[in-house]
């Protein structure tokens, strides 16, 4: 799929918007696999997501929504790490909180929300991820969730940085 330079500096543009929003950076503290956070996390989805909707031989895919999708997919805000009553049910409940949240916090379309509510699928497996958009941002969390887990946890602190340096832009 091909876009053109406007195009790419107006995504960028929201891209940078989320990346330097207070409500947003609240999400680094939330630890996740080895090194992330769920901030860095969730740019990292973001950028995954748009790189494999613009390899896509497809034209008529939403950016705008993959990019939103992405980027709020995990905006649950709570750490289960040190919640543990949060633990149980994360898996399936955390899809749901996120999209509560992300609508009470930004102006987003329900088309945004359905993405989030169904990354998570097969796990929630009556949330099945029906629109192209959806499908890219839950095969992109996918991909990145495993690659954060399989990392070893000796380069932790390394890992952080270079993931800081990866997430600074979209393109
Ligand atoms: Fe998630
Ligand atoms: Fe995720």
Redesign the pocket.
């Known amino acids: 799929m091909k876009i053109t330079e406007e195009q790419k500096q107006s995504l960028e543009k929201i891209y940078q918007a989320f990346l330097n929003d207070e409500k947003i950076i609240r999400m680094k503290k939330i630890s996740m696999h080895r090194g992330s956070n769920c901030y860095i996390?969730?740019f990292r989805?973001a950028k995954r997501a748009i790189k494999r909707a613009l390899g896509s031989f497809r034209k008529n895919i939403n950016l705008e929504l993959v990019l939103l999708g992405a980027i709020l997919?995990?905006y649950y805000l709570y750490d289960w790490r040190e919640d543990k009553s949060k633990l149980h049910g994360h898996g399936k409940n955390h899809p749901y909180i996120a999209s509560e949240n992300a609508e009470k916090d930004f102006d987003i379309p329900i088309e945004v929300k359905k993405i989030i509510k169904s990354?998570m699928w097969p796990i929630n497996f009556s949330e099945y991820p029906k629109t192209r958009e959806a499908k890219i941002v839950s095969i992109a969390?996918k991909i990145?969730?495993l690659k954060e887990a399989l990392t070893s946890i000796k380069f932790k602190a390394k890992r952080k940085d270079r993931y800081l340096e990866h997430i600074k832009s979209l393109f």
């Open positions: 996390h969730s989805v997919h995990d990354h969390d990145v969730s």
